[in-house]
């Protein structure tokens, strides 16, 4: 069975750096892209990026571009979301996401969420 | 930049046919996926392809997709229908590559 656990939920102060992380399992991890998807506190579901286990290869939102980073380690079958310096806007549930087609963008399975709280 | 447009919510009593609507322009010719998901929870996709229905999901979830409004339509709904409906597209050519609807609120009465 397909499962994508998601790293604990996080409290950090603005300027502080974070990595969470996306576990695959129940199927060959570099066989799909994994999508990262935000959720601000009340708000919808918004598109940050993927990235394809492979080779790290990666696709940004326009808008998140350059504010974050992906990577993954494939000998592990994990993904990474990272922050060099977080802001209070980054304060959100991210969810990792198995990326079905790559050209259809839809995602069939979804980690259980990390929440990222940022505040002094 | 691409927008896609569905009503904040839609109320329906038990046993009824909920339809929640995605705008956008010429979505029929776009591939569409719907997710549901209920407080607390990730979401789940309950239709991808603007019609197709993932193993799992009752036959009751269905979609449709022309001109420039994709579908979702919940048959004999029920209590555990409850929950915030996303719709989604792909599209490589647009500067987002994937872009969410607002997502729609399905009360049961």
């Known amino acids: 069975e397909v499962h994508l656990v998601q790293s604990g939920a996080e409290v950090n102060k603005p300027g502080e750096s974070l990595k969470i992380s996306c576990k695959g399992s129940?199927?060959?991890?570099?066989?799909?892209?994994i999508a990262w998807v935000r959720q601000m506190p009340g708000k919808g579901l918004e598109w940050m990026g993927t990235?394809?286990?492979?080779?790290?290869?990666?696709t940004y939102n326009p808008s998140l571009q350059g504010q974050v980073s992906f990577s993954a380690d494939r000998s592990i079958s994990t993904a990474y979301l990272q922050w060099r310096s977080l802001k209070a806007s980054d304060t959100a549930i991210y969810y990792c996401?198995?990326?079905?087609?790559?050209?259809?963008?839809?995602?069939?399975?979804w980690g259980q969420g990390t929440l990222v709280t940022v505040s002094s | 930049s691409y927008v896609l447009t569905q009503p904040p919510s839609v109320s329906v009593a038990p046993g009824k046919t909920a339809w929640i609507t995605c705008g956008g322009s010429?979505?029929?010719?776009?591939?569409v996926h719907w997710y549901q998901q209920k407080p607390g929870l990730a979401p789940v996709l309950v239709i991808f392809?603007?019609?197709e229905r993932p193993s799992g999901i009752p036959e009751r979830f269905s979609g449709s997709n022309s001109g420039n409004t994709a579908t979702l339509t919940i048959s004999r709904v029920e209590a555990g229908d409850e929950a915030d409906y996303y719709c989604?597209?792909?599209?490589?050519?647009?500067?987002?590559?994937?872009?969410f609807g607002g997502g729609t609120r399905l009360t049961v009465l």
């Open positions: 996401a198995r990326l079905k087609h790559f050209d259809y963008g839809d995602l069939d399975y």
């Open positions: 989604q597209v792909c599209d490589r050519n647009i500067d987002q590559h994937v872009v």
């Open positions: 129940g199927y060959i991890f570099i066989s799909y892209w």
């Open positions: 990235i394809n286990p492979t080779d790290s290869q990666t």
């Open positions: 010429n979505i029929g010719r776009k591939n």
């Open positions: 392809y603007s019609s």
